[in-house]
């Protein structure tokens, strides 16, 4: 029975119990023993293994260090895609996290296919209602706002908007955060009258479920207010 410090399992539950802390810096060393500690007791192809090196993968992303971040999420990707499958979860998740990575290091054109893989899979594996699927749709349409490729974006923020008000509720805050996707993606193509009735529902579920005076509820606020000088009303 191996030691907890020379436990892979143990240490990367470590690791996530400090990200969920955002407490990044003080995982990072734990994470990087992981990933040694995995690949001498698991085996450098192990699933163990692939979950070490993503999750140091993910602090290098989170600190800002996106040139260690990308080699990790990469081997991760292969590991998986060899132990568990093309079509796992778990490969799914790899393609998302190191399109992630590339949308936010602005390269959009790596990043595009690999959202679009992480998705079928989700789709047919998960089903479409699945949160994971319900992720890949809302980072594919977050890549296409920020190319300006509106036309593809809109139907995917319509679709998580009906998947989360179907599962979630109404009013649940993730059906608010999804109300100000898309309006803010309206706002984007100029289609400010499609925005605002988004804008103003957002608002009221906030004054309702959050209160007048809770930070979220003066975004929703601003938001509208902002919405209605470029009306001029």
Do not use: C
């Not at 260090?65 to 499958?85: C, F, M, N, S, W």
């Not at 036309?151 to 608010?176: C, Y």
């Amino acid at each position: 029975m191996l030691a907890d410090d020379d436990d892979p399992s143990a240490l990367n539950q470590q690791v996530s119990q400090l990200v969920e802390q955002g407490k990044y810096q003080e995982a990072m060393p734990i994470a990087k023993r992981a990933v040694q500690v995995a690949k001498r007791a698991r085996g450098p192809e192990h699933p163990e293994t692939a979950d070490a090196l993503n999750d140091l993968g993910f602090l290098y992303k989170k600190t800002g260090d996106y040139a260690k971040a990308e080699p990790l999420y990469q081997e991760a990707l292969r590991i998986r895609q060899k132990v568990l499958g093309p079509e796992h979860p778990d490969t799914a998740e790899s393609l998302n996290n190191l399109a992630v990575l590339h949308h936010v290091m602005g390269e959009y054109a790596k990043a595009e296919p690999l959202y679009q893989e992480a998705l079928r899979i989700r789709q047919k594996v998960l089903g479409s209602e699945h949160p994971d699927t319900v992720e890949s749709l809302t980072n594919l349409a977050s890549l296409y706002h920020a190319m300006s490729e509106y036309a593809k974006a809109e139907p995917l923020l319509q679709q998580v908007l009906r998947i989360r008000q179907k599962i979630s509720g109404p009013e649940h805050p993730d059906t608010v955060t999804d109300l100000n996707n898309l309006a803010a993606l309206y706002w984007s193509m100029g289609a400010y009258a499609k925005a605002e009735p988004l804008y103003r529902e957002a608002l009221r579920i906030r004054q309702k479920v959050l209160g007048r005076e809770h930070l979220d509820t003066a975004t929703s606020l601003n938001n509208l207010g902002e919405l209605y000088n470029i009306l001029g009303e």
